[in-house]
């Protein structure tokens, strides 16, 4: 399979070794954090490193996700995973439920004031706890505006490409 042109979305990573039978700790990024599982095939990544897997099972252990992969039959051949992202096709992934986005899709989209001004683009987001935060780039200029939707997010366009926005160019 080409990833070149498949969108990935990362899910979670590898953070650790469980047992001397070759699983793993995960951290998930889902919701729940067991629904990891549900999103297959994985293409696990790290530098000068890349490989697709299917068949993963695995469960919550305590306060964390342990998994067996295919193929990783002991502990130092889970050990050459550690650090790895888990990243699956969009595709699939469900649908968002109306109002909700997944933030993939929200990276490279044109940014624009309510007055049409252009702020940049979209270059990736993070969480602060309290709200996400869009990074909108426009050349060396980075502005980080909350993605809150009604005060801030006026609107999200796929078929234009834009988020329309209610916030200070000069900010």
Known sequence: MSTGS??????GR??????????????????????IFRYQPWLLTAPGMEREMSGIRGHAQGK???????????????????????????DA???????????????SLEVVTTESVHLGRVSHLFSTGANDVMVVKD???ERLVPFVQGP???SVDFDAGRI????????
Do not use: M, N
């Open 6 to 11: 498949v969108k990935r979305v990362r899910v």
């Open 14 to 35: 590898i953070v650790g070794l469980h047992g001397v039978q070759g699983q793993v700790k995960l951290e998930s990024w889902t919701e729940p954090r067991i629904q």
């Open 64 to 90: 964390g996700i342990v998994a067996s992969l295919p193929g990783i039959e002991d502990r130092d051949q889970a050990a050459t995973l550690v650090g790895c992202e888990i990243t699956v096709s969009r």
């Open 93 to 107: 992934l469900p649908p968002p439920a109306p109002g909700e986005f997944y933030w993939t899709d929200l990276e």
């Open 139 to 141: 050349g060396d200029r």
């Open 152 to 154: 801030y997010v006026h």
């Open 164 to 171: 329309v926005v209610d916030w200070d160019p000069e900010f």
